[in-house]
């Protein structure tokens, strides 16, 4: 599964929330059952790439693949 490099783009700073994953955090995507799909209006879900830990919906746009 592919990895991303959290680092918040003005709409993740303006629209943050408690479920916001903290800058440089390393996520990937995932999809919860019943939600709209991922890239829905350039946003997805998100969740921690080492614990699973999930977070909120993110903009597309705060997301840079991990080398």
């Given at each position: 599964m592919k990895k991303?490099?959290?680092?918040?783009c003005?709409?993740?700073r303006l629209f943050a929330?408690?479920?916001t994953p903290p800058a440089g955090t390393v996520v990937r995507k995932f999809q919860p059952w019943g939600c709209p799909k991922n890239?829905?209006?350039?946003?997805?879900y998100v969740q921690n790439a080492d614990t699973g830990e999930k977070y909120?919906?993110?903009?597309?746009?705060?997301?840079?693949p991990k080398p």
């Open positions: 991303y490099i959290f680092e918040p003005p709409w993740d929330h408690s479920l890239g829905t209006m350039k946003h997805c909120g919906l993110v903009h597309m746009g705060s997301l840079t």
